[in-house]
């Protein structure tokens, strides 16, 4: 099959087999065709599910990266709204617009995703499929332009890269998801990049319980800078929750949040588990106490309809991501922090020179 030229060589993280650490190799970017922009990464966080996919990955071999924030390289026919240079944030759930839910409004349950015509980037004369349609561990990146928010000048774009999968799944799963209630007991399990993002919702939905649990004392503390009215090591017992929220992605977490909910509580699951994991609970509790599991991606948000909402918010402050933005590190320095992720530090992120 013939693909458009010229292609562009650049540096990206290939994750080749499973379980085995990722590597940096050269891979081919081909332009942007219609519809569609190029843009050059220059910040990418390393969340979770890049992590976890070394482990189940459900294809390799896989572009990894999902999380990042660039600037327009090129445009494609017929795109309009961008030109060179215009920073941009990486979107990597964009609704197709034409499945069952997409038709209904439900644009958050879409079934499926914007697809491209033409396999985007190459690795060893094949096509490589990027992680979540996005691949941001890759100098430059082709994406529909629907996945390409513009950015306001003022923000970091280190600090940008953020809203697009922790900011984005943390804020969405109190407003959206969960739509959280003003008085609320809230708890959350795991005060990462997503977790954090849940205390900072839940105190904007004014809950008046704000429970954070985490091993690091640290991460207790930027909890509570954001609002958690109590922080806790894993393990401590709390009872009574109108809302747990799980941002671990480990069985044993969920068990321990669901038993935390009082009568009407949700659970709602953020942390991505193994896909192998079970969750087991007593089905005569929960019926009794009426209780919901509600499972939550990307913080069951619009893009197009939320995303700027978001930006607005960051670029008032209302919104922290300063203190998200942990080690800074080279891309070169990516495959390592997959075999040790460093401690410090909230998020890491790559920045490319
Ligand atoms: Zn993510
Ligand atoms: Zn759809």
Known sequence: MEYARPMTTVRALVLERLNEPPRLHEIEVRPAGPGEVRVEMRAAGLCHTDLSNVRDARTTPLLLGHEGAGVIESVGDGVEGFEAGMPVLVCWKVPCGSCRQ??????????????????????D?????????????????????????????????????????????????????????????????????????????????????????????IRRELAVARGATDVFAPGTEVSGLDYAFEAVGE??????????????????????????????????????????IVGCIYGSLDPHRDLPELLGLC??????????????ISLGELPAAFVEPPSEGVRTVVIFE
């Open 125 to 217: 004369e094949r096509p490589l499929p990027p992680l979540l349609n996005a691949g941001c561990f890759s100098e430059l990146v082709v994406l529909p332009a629907a996945a390409a928010l513009p950015l306001p000048d003022q923000l970091p774009l280190e600090q940008a890269a953020l809203v697009g999968c922790a900011v984005a799944t943390g804020v969405g799963a109190v407003l959206k998801t969960a739509q959280v209630e003003p008085g609320s007991r809230v708890g959350v399990w795991g005060a990462g990049g997503v977790g954090l993002n849940v205390v900072t919702a839940a105190r904007m939905a004014e809950a008046s319980t704000i429970v954070a649990i985490d091993p690091d004392p």
């Open 102 to 123: 997409c038709s209904a409004g439900r644009r958050h349950l879409c079934e499926s995703v914007q697809e491209l015509a033409e396999p985007r980037f190459f690795w």
């Open 315 to 328: 670029g008032e402050g209302r919104l922290p991501l300063d203190d998200l933005v942990g080690r800074r």
């Open 251 to 292: 069985s044993e977490i969920m068990a321990e949040a669901l038993g935390a909910l009082g009568t009407g509580g949700t659970l709602v699951l953020i942390g991505a588990a193994a896909r192998d994991a079970i969750l087991c609970f007593h089905p005569r509790a929960f019926l009794s106490k009426q209780q919901r």
